[in-house]
């Protein structure tokens, strides 16, 4: 877990999102009944900015990016909504649109580089064949190419390294590999999810620099993928906080990190151990558990763990399901008025 320490970035010229997830709905059949992971979420991602996306286990931050990707079975899933790259709709895409742009216009990295890359072939070929695939490069060119994006990514001595095997480099030297591979034909848009969960905090703390020195030389739009609002608040412009498959607050990242107006995201940031606490506080975990994605509570779906109900209106929390509002900008879907959620997490900061 990082300290969250806040810094303005540019959130991005508005209008200017190739990236827009409209509506959209993932639900998996299953032995038990119909598991609903997303439920109706919509976000944009500007040109050249880091949206991070936040939340527990089970939020529908790794399905939707599954989603974009098209990575979904066919077979068990059904998915709704629109996700438009650019001019061209991805939910129904034929899989040959899909596959061209899987790695090449968008790339994915993921938590652990282990799974990721085949023990059998050196990292040298794994980028290269990527390089080659979608850009119809020679084998030389390919092999070069692979040299000079481990040398952009920070690996020492790449020209020998560029034979090594995955089990030849440590934990942060995969995940730079990682890197590289997805980068090699410089994708408009990058997939992180949880890219530093698996290393140590130095290391963590390289990869991010790392992303965000690549994000300025290549332009590429980061969808960041974490439970942890200190990688967020490190590297994203705009944050989303999912829950129960749906976006429950979204913002710049001073904005929400600054200043939260959702109950789950007070609990999130609450829970964060904190260098200055007394080492015999307990954490403070936000309580009760995420909600069954199999039959989600009625009305506000955090309404059995949060605890303002009773401020904002049981009859309402508990019957009708708040929307994301205002439309644009700091937005949040919770019943209590703004002034309400000011006042609570003044109260809430003095503690933090
Ligand atoms: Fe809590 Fe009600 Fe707000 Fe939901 S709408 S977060 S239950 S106060």
């Not at 560029?162 to 995969?174: A, C, E, L």
Request: proline share 7%.
């Amino acid at each position: 877990m990082t300290a969250v320490t806040l810094t303005e970035r540019s959130p991005g010229r508005r209008g200017d999102a190739f990236l827009s997830v409209q509506d959209l709905h993932v639900s998996f059949s299953t032995e038990d009944g119909v598991v609903k992971a997303v439920n109706g979420l919509s976000f944009e991602v500007e040109r050249g900015t880091t949206l991070g996306i936040v939340g527990e286990s089970g939020s529908g931050k790794s399905v939707t990016n599954l989603a974009i990707l098209g990575l979904h079975s066919k077979e068990h899933t059904e998915i709704s909504g629109e996700i438009w790259y650019g001019d061209t709709e991805l939910v129904g895409a034929p899989g040959k649109t899909l596959e061209r742009l899987r790695g090449n216009r968008i790339a994915m990295i993921f938590q652990d580089p282990l799974t990721a890359l085949s023990p059998y072939h050196t990292i040298g070929k794994q980028i290269s064949e990527v390089y080659r695939k979608h850009k119809g490069a020679s084998k030389n060119e390919s092999r070069d190419r692979a040299i000079e994006m481990l040398q952009r990514v920070g690996i020492p001595n790449p020209k020998v390294r560029v034979d090594d095997y995955p089990h030849h480099f440590s934990g942060g030297m995969r995940q730079r590999a990682m890197i590289a591979m997805a980068l090699v034909c410089d994708p408009d848009l990058l997939i992180a999810d949880e890219p530093t969960t698996a290393l140590d905090v130095t290391v963590q703390a390289q990869i991010l620099d790392l992303l965000k020195d690549l994000q300025q030389d290549f332009g590429t739009s980061i969808i960041l993928i974490t439970h942890d609002l200190g990688v967020v608040a490190r590297t994203a412009h705009n944050v989303m906080v999912m829950y129960a498959g749906r976006a429950v607050e979204r913002g710049t990242a001073l904005e929400v990190l600054g200043t939260p107006r959702h109950p789950y995201a007070w609990g999130l940031l609450s829970s964060i151990p904190r260098l200055s606490s007394p080492v015999d506080v307990p954490l403070k975990p936000v309580r009760g558990t995420p909600p069954s994605l199999l039959n989600l509570p009625s009305g506000c779906p955090f309404h059995p763990r949060c605890d303002y109900p009773q401020l904002a209106g049981p009859e309402l929390c508990f019957n009708d399901r708040p929307e994301l509002s205002p439309e644009t900008g700091h937005g949040d879907a919770c019943y209590l008025t703004l002034k309400q959620k000011q006042e609570i997490f003044a109260k809430i900061k003095e503690n933090l």
